[in-house]
């Protein structure tokens, strides 16, 4: 028989990577939505007009 708890870690990893993942598109998203940019140079605001 084999250990189960380091199956269940690594799954548990790969499951909160790819949440990860989804909040940053999600937020990236978001933020493109609302600002209509994506860079992040006029995002943060140091554009010189």
Known sequence: FS???PQALLL???VI???TTALI???SY???QELKADDMEELRGN???
């Open 12 to 14: 548990t990893a790969i």
């Open 25 to 27: 598109l999600v937020l």
């Open 3 to 5: 250990d189960p708890l």
């Open 17 to 19: 990577n790819f949440a």
């Open 30 to 32: 978001r933020a493109y």
């Open 47 to 49: 554009i010189n007009e």
